[in-house]
């Protein structure tokens, strides 16, 4: 038997029915200015359908916080209707039995075949499609201010030696290298860069495979040294900094700049700045090739009655619309979920954001971010988390520590 909630043969008069059809309440992460940007595109979309948007943001770029406020409202009995979900959360709560079945629009609109199969691994669960993927997020970048490269030299560096040259410029011409946010998701975005530049195997091995040899050992301890280096090229308040404000730091120049997701970028153009002229968006040194992602979906919960149904419906197919694909992505910073999207409207970064991520799924070389849920289940990833925020913050006296409390964390986890 299924577990998901049988809904009614909707799929083709949804859109009749979209006026008629409850408010649905979001619960969501998306507070900064960029993000709340994007997700009024959102939000008009499903008002011109004739859907109010009850709106629950829980501010916190990770998502902890939302899934700490979503398990006290599902544990109250009082699940919402749409929630913003990453990775292997998605999967854990569809085991649950808690999510919807969205296959009726999923199949009348041919989601399977416009959307990358790495995506369905967490859109779908038992064969079901249980959740609408609004975007992909890639989180090897960096975000340089244009001016304070130039003034380091001007070449976007493409090694670690050569990143580690221009931090050490940077920090002569006496602005903070590196714009840092102390948080521990941030920590472990900045560790997946590192990990990843040191090649597609290591990554997948100590990520993805979870081999305890590869976690444990040199590479993994060289890695954790070079983390500690990047500390250092941070300010001494980072603790605790929001991400959005450590890209203002970068925007504004006062740091050179932000090693972060592609969501950054959306806080660079509310901001005014333009790519190649106020800003650089390159990958992680060394990853050139190589893309680690995230996507941002949306779960529907089961709901009783048929219009709070239809209307969960109508916000998917709303999502999954190849012109609200483009519009959102445009905000945000992202590339879409879909396969079909033209690049027409997308700045310099985003056609090279849309490029990387088909060629890399192309050659195997698109991996799930640890980071944000995608290469492992939760558990792995707190785990990882608390390592890697005790090494940035100098819990360990050297990356061989670093690495040996590493492979003895995830094997507790598993």
């Known amino acids: 038997m299924s577990k998901f909630l049988t809904t009614t043969a909707i799929a083709l008069t949804m859109m009749a029915g979209a006026a008629k059809a409850t408010d649905v309440e979001v619960l969501h992460w998306w507070t900064s200015g960029g993000e709340a940007a994007a997700l009024n595109v959102l939000k008009e979309d499903l008002n011109g359908k004739g859907i109010g ?14 899934m700490t406020a979503l398990r006290a409202r599902v544990t109250a009995g009082d699940s919402p209707t749409a929630v913003q979900m990453l990775g292997f959360d998605i999967l854990d709560w569809a085991e649950q039995g808690a999510l919807g079945n969205l296959d009726e629009v999923a ?19 038992d064969g079901h499609w249980i959740a609408a993927p609004v975007n992909v997020h890639s989180t090897n970048w960096v975000w340089i201010n244009k001016a304070a490269l130039d003034a380091a030299g001007g070449k976007a560096p493409e090694s670690w030696d050569e990143l580690v040259a221009v931090l050490d410029k940077m ?10 946010g102390g948080q521990p998701w941030q920590d472990a975005t900045v560790f997946d860069g590192v990990v990843l530049s040191k090649g597609n195997d290591f990554y997948k091995k100590a990520f993805i495979d979870l081999d305890e040899e ?41 740091a050179g700049m932000q090693m972060m997701g592609d969501w950054a970028k959306g806080e660079f153009l509310k901001a005014g700045q333009k790519p190649g002229e106020d800003f650089v968006c390159i990958r992680f040194p060394g990853t050139q090739g190589s893309v680690t992602f995230n996507s941002d979906q949306f779960a529907m919960f089961n709901v009783s009655g048929d219009d709070n149904v239809k209307a969960q419906m109508a916000m998917a197919s709303a999502i999954e619309s190849p012109k609200f694909q483009s519009a959102f992505n445009v905000v945000k910073g992202s590339v879409p979920a879909r396969t079909d999207v033209p690049d027409t409207d997308f700045d310099d970064c985003g056609k090279k954001g849309m490029k990387d991520l088909a060629a890399a799924s192309s050659a195997g070389s698109l991996f799930g971010s640890m980071a944000h849920g995608h290469a492992a289940p939760a558990a792995v990833k707190n785990a990882v988390y608390d390592v890697v925020t005790k090494a940035f913050n100098g819990g360990f006296k050297d990356g061989a520590e670093a690495a040996t409390a590493l492979a003895q964390a995830v094997a507790a986890a598993r």
């Open 53 to 66: 948007w009850v709106d629950m943001p829980v501010a916190g770029g990770g998502g902890e916080a939302a």
């Open 107 to 125: 199949n009348a609109e041919g989601w399977d075949k416009v959307v990358p199969e790495a995506l369905q691994k967490f859109s779908k669960y």
């Open 171 to 180: 920090k002569a011409n006496g602005i903070t290298p590196l714009a840092h």
């Open 214 to 254: 590869t976690l444990g050992g040199a590479e993994m301890a060289d890695a954790f040294d070079r983390l500690m280096k990047l500390r250092s090229y941070a300010d001494d308040n980072f603790s605790g900094r929001d991400w959005n404000l450590a890209s203002a730091m970068v925007i504004e120049g006062k």
